[in-house]
């Protein structure tokens, strides 16, 4: 079954501890992105890439860093988390480009800094 | 930079009936596509229906049809015969053809839809 998967699906941590939230596609698309949902805010880009090893800001980047070493993988890092990156996280995935390449979601991680 | 607006946060219906949510947007590209994405509470993000702003004609997918106003930059889904699994969060999005981040979606608030039997 074609799917984007995150892990994990739900998260609290504390402030400043090191956390990583792993999404894979089985795919094979090369663009990949990261997304934010806050109520009142709709979804925003955090980073994005469109292959292996390159990798680039979205519109809020700050506090958070990301790797494509493989083609399915980008995992989101956050080095030292702090409460107002209490959100609601999407990875995404498409082949890249034109309308009718979809963007695949993953379920959605939940995360609570404190 | 290119915007989109939902003006209404939350809407209502009832089963059987027909509801249209508004979206606005704000671009200076010709050249476009905008999405409307369903949430449902299990927070899965649903594509529902995509328009290719070079066509004229209005995009539908069985109970859901949109009306595109390009002059106007208005993108509006209509849910007919509304069912009680409509019941969601809808988000209008915008995606820009052009630059580097091409498949990047910029993303409206949202409205919440209720569906009463």
């Known amino acids: 079954e074609a799917q984007v998967t995150q892990n994990p699906r739900y998260l609290i941590t504390v402030t400043g501890k090191k956390l990583t939230v792993t999404c894979s596609q089985n795919?094979?698309?090369?663009?990949m992105s990261w997304y934010r949902q806050d109520p009142g805010l709709g979804l925003r880009q955090i980073y994005y890439?469109?292959?292996?090893?390159?990798?680039d800001k979205g519109d809020v980047p700050e506090g958070y860093k990301v790797s494509r070493k493989e083609k399915r993988n980008f995992p989101l890092i956050l080095e030292s988390p702090s409460p107002n990156q209490t959100s609601l996280y999407f990875c995404?995935?498409?082949?890249?480009?034109?309308?009718?390449?979809?963007?695949?979601f993953g379920p959605g991680t939940r995360l609570t800094v404190l | 930079a290119q915007t989109v607006t939902q003006s209404q946060p939350e809407m209502s219906v009832q089963e059987a009936e027909t509801v249209t949510l508004s979206c606005t947007y704000d671009t200076s590209e010709s050249d476009y596509y905008l999405f409307w994405y369903k949430q449902p509470p299990s927070r899965q993000m649903i594509l529902v229906i995509r328009?290719?702003?070079?066509?004229?004609q209005n995009a539908t997918e069985n109970r859901f049809s949109v009306n595109f106003q390009k002059a106007a930059k208005s993108f509006s889904l209509k849910i007919s015969d509304s069912q009680l699994g409509d019941a969601a969060m809808y988000f209008c999005?915008?995606?820009?053809?052009?630059?580097?981040?091409?498949?990047?979606?910029?993303f409206g608030t949202g409205t919440r839809l209720q569906v009463f039997p």
């Open positions: 795919m094979n698309h090369e663009y």
């Open positions: 890439s469109m292959n292996v090893e390159v990798t």
């Open positions: 328009q290719e702003a070079y066509k004229q």
């Open positions: 995404a995935s498409s082949l890249g480009g034109g309308a009718h390449n979809e963007q695949f």
């Open positions: 999005a915008y995606r820009s053809p052009r630059g580097y981040n091409t498949d990047k979606l910029i």
